[in-house]
């Protein structure tokens, strides 16, 4: 069974600091690994996906990466702002699945 | 083009009544899955349907069941509330191409008294 883990749980950093989330996931048979943003009470915006023979992806300030051999995945926030300030989550699919199998998130603040 | 969306937005129910959600999905998208988001749990998959038929169903009791009609629009039921249904409740469409890419409508709080 796939468990995905997020550390840490809550991050604060002053305004355009360079940050990086990170992600663990269990089983290195994942198909893809993607990454949310939730602001409070909303539903979730997908950032950026990785399949499983990629090593990364970026879009702007953000880029994502994936080792499978290693079982971890990374989100790099360049040049952070206030209203990058939300809950990152990442959520793994096995091969086959649309099922994601979802980390708990890590609330990132970023102070002005 | 339009995104997921999920009908009602908020909705108050009363132990033991049954309650509908609704998701459309974007135009084209033939998969939806439902999903269930409590503070403890964090966001649990509850069930997967593509061309009308359920694919996966995660671990939750019956009184969860879901349905997809041929439009690809679908349907959650949950019979007999408890107050431990309380929930954000989403919904996410994939077009069903290879890379299974999710998109996430702005899910149903549902508050169970």
């Known amino acids: 069974k796939q468990e995905v883990t997020q550390i840490p749980a809550a991050l604060s950093v002053p305004e355009g600091e360079n940050l990086v989330l990170n992600c663990s996931f269990t089983?290195?048979?994942?198909?893809?690994l993607q990454w949310f943003r939730q602001d409070p009470g909303k539903g979730l915006t997908s950032l950026l996906l990785?399949?499983?023979?990629?090593r990364e992806q970026t879009s702007g300030r953000l880029n994502a990466s994936l080792d499978k051999s290693s079982g971890r995945s990374t989100l790099y926030i360049a040049a952070s702002q206030p209203g990058d300030s939300a809950t990152y989550l990442c959520?793994?699919?096995?091969?086959?699945?649309?099922?994601?199998?979802f980390g708990k998130g890590t609330k990132l603040s970023v102070i002005p | 083009k339009a995104g997921v969306t999920q009908t009602p937005r908020y909705l108050i129910k009363t132990r033991g009544q049954q309650v509908t959600l609704s998701c459309s999905p974007i135009?084209?998208?033939?998969?939806v899955s439902w999903y269930q988001q409590t503070p403890g749990q964090g966001l649990q998959f509850l069930f997967e349907?593509?061309?009308?038929?359920?694919?996966n169903k995660g671990n939750f009791p019956g009184r969860f069941s879901g349905r997809q009609f041929s439009n690809s629009r679908s349907e959650m039921n949950v019979s007999t509330l408890e107050l431990g249904d309380s929930a954000l409740y989403l919904c996410?469409?994939?077009?069903?191409?290879?890379?299974?890419?999710?998109?996430f409508g702005p899910g149903t709080r549902l508050t169970v008294t």
């Open positions: 996410a469409s994939s077009l069903g191409l290879a890379t299974y890419e999710q998109y």
């Open positions: 089983d290195s048979a994942i198909y893809n």
């Open positions: 990785i399949q499983s023979s990629q």
């Open positions: 959520a793994a699919s096995g091969a086959g699945s649309y099922q994601l199998t």
């Open positions: 135009s084209g998208h033939r998969s």
């Open positions: 349907y593509f061309s009308e038929t359920q694919r």
